[in-house]
Every structure is written in structure tokens, then in C-alpha cells.
């Protein structure tokens, strides 16, 4: 069963970098035919579509983050990763890793982490 | 890239039918046939309950029903149940291999 987790830290000061790790099991990721999307949350607002990445390496951002925002993959260890650079307060959200693959839908989704932007 | 517009909230009656609205542009619901719902509780990831506009994942209750018509796309919900209470949100392809979501919906059970 294909399962997602997201981990990183809960705590970013305003300027630096967020990173976050999606580890995926179940299912090998360059195997499948997913792609690996990053979604996030911030309080009391929608969810926004970050952007999916290919275990191949192949990548579409949002273009509101496209400037800040670097996927990778680390096939190795199954795991996809995130790094937004140069955050702010209205970075804080809870990020999720969501897999988009049989349904052209976001059809299996990490549990989130959440990720506040304080000083 | 503009989130696509949602009622804040919604609310019905055990056994009512409600429709849940999700208003896009030609750049995107209008133009693609890729739009999806999600259904979300409190704390929880969200799970995929409506892909392709109308279709239903296995094991999606056949009381979730998507339709879509120029560029806005709806969620019904018949038979209401105090389940369902939770938030809804939709997402559209938007071109260029990007996606946008909505601006998401309560939905109350009265």
C-alpha cells in the first residue's frame, strides 16, 4: 500500500530556508508512474499547489513560488524533498507530499507537517 | 494563477442534496477537463473523492457527484449524513503542467 510522510523541521526563522523530506513506501518511486506533488495549508485558508515533481527529475513549480521553491528526488531512499527558500510568515502552513498518479488526481497524500515561520 | 472561487460555506440537512460551486477561468476549468474534489476533516490530509470532473474513485460513496459547465465545476452531495460534515475543496488543471486549487468550503450538517 502506497503510504507518504513528510518530516522536517516544525520551525524556520524568517530569511532561511525551509526543507522538507517526503518519504515514500509501498511502492518504488522510480517504478511508478507518479508524479510527487507539494501542496500546502496555511491557517484558515486553502490549500495551495507548490508543484510535482518526476522521480525522472522532471519539474513543475507554482508560478507565485517558482522563484523560491527546489524539488529533488533521492532514489535511493525513496524519498522526495523540498526546499523553499527566503521565507516569511506567510510561508507557515501545514506542507503536504501528495502522490499524483492513476486518477491525473492528488489520489494519496502524506499525513502533513506542519511548518511555522518565526523568528 | 488565481485560486478557483468557493462558497466559504454550505450547510443542509440530514438527507438534503447540496451542491458545493467552484469558479475558475478560461485558463482553467474552462478549458480542461482535469478537475478533482477533496474532501478534508480537521487535522487530517485530504482524500480524493471526485477526479476527471465526474468520476469516483473505488470505495468513494456514489452520494459524491461532480459535474462541470463553462468555467465552474460543482460537487453534489445527496442524502446529506453528519459524515460529510468537513471541508471540500477543488483543484483544476491550469496548463503548462500546473495546478490550482479552491479556495475550499465548510460544510455543515445542521
Known amino acids: 500500500q502506497l503510504q507518504l510522510q513528510e518530516s522536517g523541521p516544525g520551525l524556520v526563522k524568517p530569511s532561511e530556508t525551509l526543507s522538507l523530506t517526503c518519504s515514500v513506501s509501498?511502492?518504488?518511486?522510480?517504478?511508478?508512474?507518479?508524479?510527487w506533488g507539494w501542496i500546502r495549508q496555511p491557517p484558515g485558508k486553502g490549500l495551495e499547489w507548490i508543484g510535482n515533481?518526476?522521480?525522472?527529475?522532471?519539474?513543475y513549480y507554482s508560478p507565485s513560488l517558482k522563484s523560491r521553491v527546489l524539488f529533488s528526488v533521492d532514489t535511493s531512499n525513496n524519498q522526495v524533498s523540498l526546499r523553499l527558500s527566503s521565507v516569511t510568515a506567510a510561508d507557515t502552513a501545514v506542507y503536504y507530499c501528495?502522490?499524483?498518479?492513476?486518477?491525473?488526481?492528488?489520489?494519496?497524500w502524506g499525513q502533513g507537517t506542519v511548518v511555522t515561520v518565526s523568528s | 494563477q488565481s485560486a478557483l472561487s468557493q462558497p466559504a460555506s454550505v450547510s443542509g440537512t440530514p438527507g438534503q442534496s447540496i451542491t458545493i460551486s467552484c469558479t475558475g477561468s478560461?485558463?482553467?476549468?474552462?478549458?480542461?477537463?482535469?478537475v478533482s474534489w477533496y474532501q478534508k476533516y480537521p487535522g487530517k490530509a485530504p482524500k480524493l473523492i471526485i477526479y476527471?470532473?465526474?468520476e469516483r474513485p473505488s470505495g468513494v460513496s456514489y452520494r459524491f457527484s461532480g459535474s462541470k459547465s463553462g468555467n465552474t465545476a460543482s460537487l453534489t452531495i445527496s442524502g446529506l449524513q453528519a459524515e460529510d460534515e468537513a471541508d471540500y475543496f477543488c483543484?483544476?488543471?491550469?496548463?503548462?503542467?500546473?495546478?490550482?486549487f479552491g479556495t475550499g468550503t465548510q460544510v455543515t450538517v445542521l
Open positions: 501528495a502522490g499524483f498518479g492513476n486518477y491525473d488526481a492528488f489520489d494519496v
Open positions: 509501498g511502492v518504488s518511486i522510480t517504478r511508478s508512474n507518479y508524479y
Open positions: 515533481i518526476h522521480y525522472d527529475g522532471i519539474t
Open positions: 478560461r485558463s482553467d476549468i474552462g478549458s480542461y477537463k482535469l
Open positions: 476527471e470532473g465526474s
Open positions: 483543484c483544476s488543471y491550469a496548463g503548462s503542467s500546473t495546478y490550482v
